[in-house]
């Protein structure tokens, strides 16, 4: 995860030279919606108990959005460890992680109920992605230009870095789960741009239309993108 993140940041910034990216271009480019979109892919064709490789790519992507991009987009200085230790996502999966190494579990009641808000996360995300898709505007304007640059990008190209990289690992490494575990990769690697990006858009008032009109374009054409 973190080595498919740096290629990407890589491969953004030697791009935002040449092609005139913006910052939120770069960020697009970068992060994809691994919560909403690959958490129901994943457990619906891998099962449930493959979402636990799906954390380690939200954590990495985490840390990079609140603290590189979060200076990228918002002037910030330093490492925004703060914002890091706040965010619930990442309090989610440490504590997850932690109750998941103790010999302990929880009563049976707790338990089923976790596990009920847990099968709710794949329609809850659809929905988010339906409320998204239902305020698409197709057609652009000048805070949008150019955006389809960054679409064909984050769709076409990001998804051969991210194969080629997995192509290494499954030669490098010899695991039983190592073909799973790269499918799961390849779907992060290859999905669309992160919903994310637009949220720390809007928090520093920074082209947080662009942001969202690339997220909307791009989750609506990884329909058929992924698949290939």
């Not at 973190?2 to 970068?30: E, G, K, P």
């Not at 992060?31 to 449930?48: D, E, K, R």
């Not at 932690?98 to 109920?113: C, K, Q, R, T």
């Not at 919903?195 to 720390?200: D, N």
């Amino acid at each position: 995860s973190a080595v498919i993140h740096l290629c990407f940041l890589f491969f953004a910034r030697l791009l935002q030279s040449r092609m005139r990216f913006s910052d939120v271009d770069h960020a697009s480019l970068v992060y994809t919606n691994a919560g909403n979109i690959l958490i129901p892919l994943v457990a619906g064709t891998l099962g449930q108990e493959y979402i636990f490789y799906t954390c380690s790519y939200m954590v990495v992507q985490n840390l990079l959005i609140w603290s590189y991009t979060a200076n990228v987009i918002g002037g910030c200085r330093g490492f925004q460890f703060r914002r890091v230790l706040k965010n619930p996502v990442i309090l989610a999966i440490l504590v997850g992680f932690v109750y998941m190494l103790s010999p302990f579990s929880l009563p049976g009641a707790l338990e089923a109920a976790i596990r009920s808000v847990g099968g709710c996360m794949a329609p809850a995300s659809m929905i988010l992605v339906g409320v998204l898709l239902a305020g698409l505007r197709l057609r652009g304007d000048e805070r949008t230009r150019g955006a389809w640059r960054v679409v064909f990008l984050r769709l076409a190209v990001c998804p051969f870095i991210t194969l080629a990289l997995l192509y290494g690992m499954i030669r490098l490494v010899d695991h039983p789960d190592i073909w799973p575990i790269c499918f799961v990769l390849a779907l992060a690697g290859s999905g669309p741009s992160a919903s994310l990006v637009t949220q720390v858009a809007q928090l520093y008032d920074n082209q947080s239309d662009r942001a969202s009109y690339i997220n909307a374009v791009t989750t609506v054409l990884c329909s058929l993108t992924l698949p290939v």
